[in-house]
């Protein structure tokens, strides 16, 4: 039998129920053009699952003394207008920042990079424009405690009200991969 391009057929797979059947046959490709069929790839054949994977982070949920006064310092000093839900960043709202994205980094315990805070974490937030949100918080009286220039973006570090180290990067475009 000859299969034309493009033409599809469901194969019954002995032992394989018909919903299963229909699940292996919606993560196979298949192309034909030759004498048989070749099979493409195939994620979930004879049961096995496709293995689940994190897409992103979904939020960053932290406790603090004074929700209040928390907020109130985050938009004062940053511009971060948080509601009572919190404050919802969309990709689109990164599109003009290449080489920006999310870093989840697991830290040794004996690394200094947090200081001077004590926290076991850090805020990373992606700004538009450093020296404008370094003069914001200077006229808040909030000073950077460190500054730092890498060839993926510049850096500079200051302390919230609770004594948080946050990590204000604006992005620069990634070198091209050879």
């Given at each position: ?92 709202m990164v599109k003009d920042a290449p080489g920006s994205g999310t870093v989840f980094s697991p830290f040794s315990a004996d690394s200094d990079y947090f200081s001077p805070s004590d926290k076991e974490f850090m805020f990373n937030l992606i700004v538009d424009d450093m020296d404008g949100m370094l003069e914001r918080a200077k006229a808040e ?38």
């Open positions: 039998m000859r299969i034309e391009y493009g033409e599809r057929r469901v194969l019954p797979f002995q032992g394989i129920d018909a919903k299963q059947q229909y699940r292996v046959f919606e993560d196979i490709g298949m192309i034909a053009g030759m004498e048989g069929v070749s099979v493409v790839h195939a994620l979930d054949l004879a049961g096995a699952r496709r293995m689940a994977k994190v897409l992103g982070v979904g939020g960053l949920f932290f406790k603090t003394k004074d929700s209040a006064a928390l907020k109130e310092w985050y938009a004062r000093v940053l511009g971060l207008e948080i509601g009572d839900w919190g404050v919802f960043f969309t990709p689109d009286g909030v000073e950077p405690v460190s500054r730092q220039e890498e060839s993926y973006g510049r850096f500079a570090h200051i302390i919230d009200l609770e004594g948080r180290k946050i990590e204000l990067w604006q992005p620069k475009p990634m070198p091209e991969q050879t």
